[in-house]
């Protein structure tokens, strides 16, 4: 999913002494932040559907909603889109939508702005539960339903603080990717693990399933292990592990922005025949996939799906209906042949330009 904001690549400004520095750290595995946790009562978002009688019902109270996002990428985008077309069917109107840039100040800022609005219904991801959370109190307390996307709240209560969390399979995706990892390895080799280290709820959830699932291929040995809180960080950390470890035969990197600065790195050292494997659907890395470069696999989830979900279980919300604790979202295995299918099934939308030409080289 759409994590963090892009930043300029970087291969230019490195220096030996942050090469020697990385070279030494990467020689000890370093311990893995960790934000895991079973998904308990989770059910696929297949089981979420209105009927008939119940969409009429839900037209004619005339309700609001406000989508009050984290920050805005086409994944964001793609999640507004799923849930402004359920609601339209549901005759919700869609008041605001707000981008907090990732910074969660701003992001309070929008919650409290947002309150004056009166919603009857938000959807939101929170950048910091902590920090946010008397604000978004403040927004249960007035009326509103409250729908999560993927952050838990500390201390918010299911069903009484908010109505449920629409997340990820995040479980299944890690070991999806493992399943890729063992595809582009031919299920043996070296490879090396390039982590989240920061405390993020899927992103832990996601690495720690792909470790966990690696094992079933005996094979494939984890050589070196290292974890990135910045996305510009990836690129220097990758050229120090190929440094100590020129043998490898892929990368594992927890999502799609840092992968970019992996693969930079890989291209600058002229090492094609090193695969790559990640999450989420950007397209400078599916353009590389398409051009038989060194992205060999993601794990994508559905955003229009995610968004449509979190907006059906609004408005069953306000029926009385009992969300489930998690509604996990099917994801996909993405590699060349399927990159067209699976982006309009992600997105609800054709294939970017770029993209288009890049498959039809």
Known sequence: MGLLPQH????????????LILFISTMSFASVASSVQALDGAVPSSTVALSAEQVEKIK??????????????????????????????LGVEVVAVT?????????????????????????SLAIDGVSAKSSYQKLVDQGSKLVLLSN?????????????IVTDDMFGMGKAAADLMAQATKEQGDI??????????ITNNR????????????NIRIAAEKGFVNEHETSNIAAAILLQHPN??????SWDTPAEGVIEA?????????????HDLGVSNLVDMALNGNMYGVVSDRPFTIGETMAKLAALSILGHQAAPYTLVPYDKVTQPNIKTIWQQAFNQPLPNSLSRALAH
Do not use: M
């Not at 300029?8 to 090469?19: A, E, I, T, Y």
């Not at 004619?60 to 339209?88: D, I, M, Q």
């Not at 490898?248 to 990197?253: E, G, N």
């Open 8 to 19: 300029g690549n970087r291969l230019s400004k490195f220096c030996f002494v942050n090469l």
């Open 60 to 89: 004619g109270k005339k309700l609001t909603a406000a989508l009050v996002w984290h920050g805005s990428s086409p994944w964001v985008n793609a999640v507004s889109s799923g849930a402004k077309e359920a609601f339209n069917k």
């Open 99 to 123: 981008d907090a840039q990732l910074d969660p100040a701003k992001q309070v800022a929008d919650i409290e702005n947002v309150s004056a609005l009166k919603p009857d219904f938000i959807l």
């Open 152 to 164: 838990p709240i500390p201390d918010f209560v299911q069903g009484k603080d908010y109505v449920g």
């Open 192 to 201: 090396a693990v390039i982590y989240h280290d920061a405390s993020y709820f």
């Open 207 to 218: 690495d720690r399933a792909f470790r966990q699932h690696l094992s079933n291929y005996p």
């Open 248 to 253: 490898l035969k892929a990368i594992y990197v």
């Open 266 to 278: 890989l291209r600058a050292q002229g090492r094609r025949d090193i695969k790559v494997i990640s």
